[in-house]
């Protein structure tokens, strides 16, 4: 009888236990809790604030927020906890309101079974490419999936339609423009479901606090929860500034606006642990204190996870990589062939141009190449004309620069669609099958031939070919690898050693072929004539 009265206070108070729930390693906790005060703005008068303490005894501040009913509706007095755990065991947590309101005290179990792969972070041992926590490299074999209006469709056929393909094909990050949702709401599936909405936008300009849309927040958090629990990154590729797309502009909100967003923000979609790069918006400088890198400042500041955050550089000839606030590198390949942009242009499809832009963005943090302009076919090849062949070039030209990258298959810039031959490359019907096939040879290669952690770019170890046409990663003495642009020939300075795999690979059809051992009986250079000259051939020396 005293516990069915308990819950009853328990029901109408709205403070639910969380003790017992069981939440698997790098997975989210969420608990819900009440508040009926009456607060002139819900956002802005009271602020919940948790402290979290793990099994081992280390305590992490961090905030709730107000999320209306709960269920997408603005209006309601349901705020919401959400956390991460890093520890396996009993977790405390302390809630209590900035007003005075009472707040509580209460448990939950982080459990193993289930556990996910943690944060993407720079690999501590060789920074130029991502680890998981920082200790378990892994290659990023990324998309850019465009489909800022799908929130409004229905999830179950995205998910059919568009994520499960992505997966099944092996791809584990993806670049989307739906997080955070201000713009573009028109592009949408239109093989998919009439939209339910495209009522998609969070916030009206200049009116944040009396705007906000619920209904997309959920949404979002459907489409991020269900990718974080399938272990899929999404990089944040148009940011919080949705003026470049005729979106509510981030310079109108004050300077406590912008900081009360990005906490809201954080509070909200921080203990997701698939957030691999908060991004301000595309192509900005790097250096604006009331824009990127302000924004890149509160985010370090309120993100207690440290997720990486980033500036996507047009010109990473001259960036800001170099800064404590930006811990990777989002590049685009212009202004590498020159810095007069109607001469720099034509460039833009030239694998060369690529392997140089990741080169230039390094410092001493992972490079990605968000927007490489032979990379995608949507958008950028109407532009650049750029041949599946030179898109299969600049992926590679990406990789023995250490650098990981997007492409996309999708056609055009119009009409976006799910199958056929406008739509992901995984099917028959799309000539960008052929890409999508390239893509998985260049990933197995570099994920199975080769120990690519343990590798950087080693160029100048190259002599006697084309530095536009042949690029090198190396683990000096222990394993080589070489990419020659139709089958270019070239001389490789290798270290003394006795190296029992020798092998080229078709990086169009993955076709080997195996050469004999290579013993080097002191460091020399060695001539290299790949098979032939009608495809573009890798050769792999190793140990």
């Not at 020159?338 to 460039?347: E, G, T, V």
């Not at 009409?415 to 056929?420: I, S």
């Not at 120990?451 to 530095?467: G, I, N, R, W």
Request: charged share 20%; proline share 4%; net charge negative.
């Amino acid at each position: 009888m005293k516990y069915r009265l308990l819950l009853i206070f328990l029901l109408i108070t709205g403070v639910l236990s969380a003790t017992n729930q069981k939440i698997a390693l790098y997975r989210l906790f969420q608990f819900e809790v009440e508040n009926k005060n009456e607060y002139s703005n819900k956002y802005t008068g009271v602020e919940l604030n948790v402290q979290y303490q793990s099994p081992s005894g280390l305590c992490y501040n961090f905030h709730g927020f107000y999320d209306g009913d709960g269920k997408g509706n603005a209006d309601g007095t349901i705020w919401k906890l959400r956390f991460m755990p890093n520890e396996i065991g009993e977790w405390t947590f302390t809630y209590s309101w900035s007003d005075g309101t009472p707040g509580g005290t209460d448990t939950f179990v982080c459990v193993n079974d289930g556990a996910g792969n943690g944060m993407l972070k720079a690999y501590e041992k060789n920074p130029h490419w991502f680890a998981y926590n920082g200790t378990r490299p892994v290659w990023l074999k990324s998309y850019y999936e465009t489909g800022h209006g799908s929130l409004g469709q229905d999830f179950e056929w995205v998910k059919q339609n568009v994520y499960w393909p992505l997966i099944n094909n092996g791809y584990n990050h993806l670049q989307v423009n739906w997080l955070l949702s201000l713009c573009c709401t028109d592009q949408y599936y239109k093989d998919g479901p009439e939209p339910e909405t495209l009522d998609l936008i969070l916030y009206e300009e200049g009116n944040i606090w009396n705007s906000m849309n619920h209904d997309v927040w959920r949404r979002m958090e459907q489409h991020l929860g269900w990718l974080n629990n399938n272990d899929v990154n999404v990089h944040m590729f148009l940011g919080v500034d949705g003026s470049q797309n005729n979106g509510p502009d981030w310079s109108k909100l004050t300077a406590e606006d912008k900081a009360r967003f990005v906490k809201y923000m954080i509070a909200r979609l921080a203990p997701f642990a698939n957030i691999a790069g908060w991004n301000f918006v595309w192509e900005v400088p790097g250096n604006r204190e009331d824009k990127e890198l302000g924004f890149a400042r509160l985010v370090q500041k309120y993100d207690i996870f440290e997720h990486l955050r980033t500036y996507e550089d047009e010109f990473p000839r001259e960036n800001e990589y170099g800064r404590s606030e930006y811990s990777f590198a989002a590049v685009e390949n212009h202004e590498i062939a020159s810095p007069i942009r109607d001469m720099d242009r034509k460039y833009w499809k030239e694998p060369w141009t690529h392997h140089m832009a990741c080169l230039l963005g390094y410092a001493g943090k992972p490079v990605f190449m968000s927007e490489g302009n032979a990379l995608w076919r949507r958008f950028w090849q109407q532009r650049t004309k750029a041949s599946r062949n030179e898109l299969r070039q600049s992926a590679w030209a990406c990789a023995t620069a250490a650098a990981s990258f997007t492409w996309c298959g999708h056609a055009g810039e119009e009409a976006l669609f799910a199958a056929g031959a406008e739509g992901l490359p995984f099917n028959e019907e799309n000539p960008y099958t052929e890409s999508a096939q390239h893509i998985t040879i260049l990933a197995d290669i570099m994920q199975h031939d080769v120990a690519f952690y343990e590798m950087k770019p080693t160029d100048e170890l190259l002599s006697d070919c084309s530095v536009l046409q042949v690029y090198a990663l190396a683990e000096p003495g222990e394993q080589y690898l070489v990419f020659a642009t139709a089958g270019s020939s070239f001389s490789l300075q290798v270290k003394k050693g006795d190296y029992n795999i020798v092998k080229w690979i078709d990086t169009k059809n993955g076709t080997v072929q195996h050469q004999t051992r290579l013993e080097i009986k002191s460091e020399t250079t060695t001539k290299f004539n790949p098979p032939t000259n009608d495809t573009d051939w890798v050769l792999v020396v190793k140990r």
